[in-house]
Structure formats: structure tokens, C-alpha cells
């Protein structure tokens, strides 16, 4: 078989195979039609729940998580980002203590004024030539000035340092704990014990008024959307005094925020800033 021919062969194999494919497509869109068609409706009525291979997967689920994930990340880069800060605050407190420290302070001062003459002879004026001369007398020295008054005690400006807790414990309830590790470890950092839970039964188990200084815990946990208003009803009726913090996703803040406030939740937040600044407001976690 000649070159020409050889090359016009493949040519008109590869363009029966073009056409065969979509045929081919086709065909099997046909045949598994109805298959296909309980799987999409299926998948709608379980509020989008596929199965592969044996494994069941809601979209909408994942898909709460992977922003949950996305949140969680953000609120740690915060906490760096804060810890970075205060390191540089430091460092440049400790460079302007440098900077005036003994030894360091200027020398070049301006010359104090030379004292003056304390008195003076009187000279004779015309027409008093033939007059016997005055007595010439020192002045009268000048009495101490009198110190100044002291000045009354000024009222400092800023608010009083807020009232610590009797205890300095957290209960942390959180059903993804890994997800608040770079926290509870600043916290600790900080001398703050810190006992995690997943389970709000768990948390009610170990919760005893005036053991710990403050609960925190998330919204969501399992199949509960709104765990976290539950627990906050449970613990409120055993304290009435002890501060529940909300650390929950904006989104879950946004649905439960309200009821959480109204079942006696202190602050519900998704921020990793004003959480800790609320830690610090009763006195846990202060540097």
C-alpha cells in the first residue's frame, strides 16, 4: 500500500470515528434516561444528597463547611495578625526606653544667666555737688517666693480596670475543636485553663456556678442548627451571673444571633478580635 493511500486510509478512519462518538453519546443518554432522572429528583428531594460509591454527600452541607473552613482560617490569620502587632508594640516601647535611658540624655544645655550686681552706688546729680552724699544702703533682700500650690488631684480619664472573674477558666463547647486550636493555645499562652467539649450534655456535666469564669461555645453542632441557644437556656438557668460567649459563623450569627441574646447569651460574635477583647473586659486572658 502506497504512502497516499495509507494517509487517505487514516483520514477516513478518523472521520467515521468523529461521527460514531456522538452517536455513541447519544445512545447512552437514551438507555440510562430514566436512571438519570430518579437520580436528579432524588438528589432534590433529599435537599441535594448524592451517594458515591456508597458515601452520601450533601452539597449544601459541604459546601456551609468549606465557608465555615474559610472563616475559620480568617479569624486565625486575625489572631497572628494581632499577635504580630503587640510584638511590635513591644519592640518599640523597648526602643524608645533605649532612647532616653541614663547616660543617653543630652548634654549640650544653654548657659544659665550670670547673677547680677545686688546693689549699686547712688552718683551725684547737678546742683548737688555741695549736698552731703546719701547713705549708700544694700537693698533689702527679697523674700523666698512662696511655693506654689499644690495642684488638686486630677480624676484619671480612663475607665477602671474591668472586674475579674473569681475564676479565670474557660468551657470551651465546640464540635470541631481543631478549628479554635491556634486560640486555646494563645489563651493558655496567657495562663487560661481551658476545657473543651464537644457535646452540650458534656458541657452541662461539667459545669458548676462559680468553677469556671466564662463559657464559650459555637451555634451549630450535628444535626441542631441552633445547639448553642439551647445550652445557653440550660446554663443560664443554673447561673444567672456567668458570662456565655456566641463564637459562631456570621451566617449562624445572623439566624440564631437574636435568640441567643434573648436566652440570655452575653455576646454572640464571629470575630476573633472581639472575642478576645471581651475575654479581656472580665479580666481573663488580660497580657
Known sequence: MTPTALTAWTALIGALTAMVWPLIALGALVVMRKPLIAALQRMGSDGGTIEIFGVKLNVGKATEEQQKLIEDLQRQVAVLRDASRIQDELMGRTRDWNATAPGRLPTAYPPSPAPGPTWSPLAPTAGQENDPPSPVTAPAPMAPAAPP???????????????????????????????????????????????????????????????YGAVISDMGRGVEADAGVALTKAIRARDADIPIF?????DAKQKFGGAALAAGASFVTSSTTLLLGKLEDIGIGVW
Not at 488631684?153 to 480596670?161: M, R
Not at 485553663?193 to 468553677?211: I, K, M, N, W, Y
Not at 456566641?246 to 456570621?250: L, P, Y
Open 149 to 211: 500650690p499644690p495642684a488638686p488631684a486630677t480624676i484619671a480619664a480612663s475607665a477602671p480596670p474591668p472586674q475579674r472573674r473569681a475564676s479565670n477558666r474557660l468551657l470551651w463547647v465546640d464540635d470541631f475543636p481543631d478549628n479554635n486550636a491556634v486560640l486555646v493555645a494563645s489563651l493558655e499562652h496567657r495562663g487560661v485553663p481551658v476545657t473543651q467539649v464537644r457535646e452540650s450534655d458534656t458541657a452541662l456535666a461539667h459545669f458548676e456556678p462559680g468553677f
Open 246 to 250: 456566641i463564637f459562631c459563623s456570621t
